[in-house]
Every structure is written in structure tokens, then in C-alpha cells.
């Protein structure tokens, strides 16, 4: 279980230098965020290619939105269109990292795309699932 959080903290972050840059095209992908509490911090959106890199913690780019309001927004520019899954956590003590307990349980809040839930670890790449098409592309993540 600790190894599945782990992967879920490493994976999400962080300064995204690691990722690979993604091709120029036409399609575009607002993120609307909600139910961000506390109003302090920054959101870390990691982005996902296929099952592969979902399930891997490659990601081919992220995003990082500061938090001033219980919502916020961004655009993710240059994604082809295919099979993505988003994975986020809100950093609301803005120390850059996902905090967790003395057993590995995040502290802070994370999220899914499609709003799915993980059991003990990530969402599962079939629940987090979702279409970017040619053109602009909308999805909403609701933070519990």
C-alpha cells in the first residue's frame, strides 16, 4: 500500500522537468477544478498518454495553478488527440511535495481525472479515462 501511495505522490508532481515535450497541434485541454480548500498553495497536474504512462508515472507534461479561490483554472496546450488520464494533488501548505502520515496516507488533498477513486493507491487507468479530440477539450475535477 505504501508502494502504491508512493507512486502516486512521485508520479503527480512536481517540477515536471523530467517530461517529455509533446509535439505542437490543434487540440487544447481546460482543466476546471472545484471544492479547492484551503485557499492556499498550488494544484501539481501531472498528464498521462495512454495506460501505459498512466500506469507507469511517465506523463508527457504537467501543470502547476496556484490557489487563491475554491476554483481554478488551466489550459494544457499541445496534446494530440488519444486517451489521457490526469492525476493531481493540491500542495496547500505549498511546500512543493504531497505530505503523508507516519503510514503513507496523502494529507493533502489529490484528485482524478473523471473524478475516479482509488482503493488503497491511484485510480485505475479504465476509471480515469478520458477523450482529448482535435480542437478545444473540456474536463471538470471535483475535489472532495
Known sequence: MIRILS??????VI????????????????????????????VMIGVYAGEDDYENGGGITGA???????????TIEGLEPGAYGLKMYHDSNGN?????NPFGMPT???AFSNNAKGRFGPAEWD??????????NSHDIAFD
Open 7 to 12: 507512486l502516486l505522490a512521485t508520479a503527480t
Open 15 to 42: 517540477s515536471f522537468a523530467g517530461f517529455a515535450e509533446t509535439a505542437p497541434s490543434t487540440s487544447s485541454l481546460t482543466v476546471n477544478l472545484s471544492g479547492l480548500s484551503p485557499q492556499t498553495g498550488a
Open 64 to 74: 502547476t495553478v496556484e490557489i487563491t479561490a475554491d476554483t481554478a483554472t488551466v
Open 96 to 100: 512543493g511535495q504531497m505530505d503523508t
Open 108 to 110: 493533502e488533498p489529490y
Open 127 to 136: 476509471s480515469a479515462a478520458f477523450q482529448v479530440t482535435a480542437g478545444d
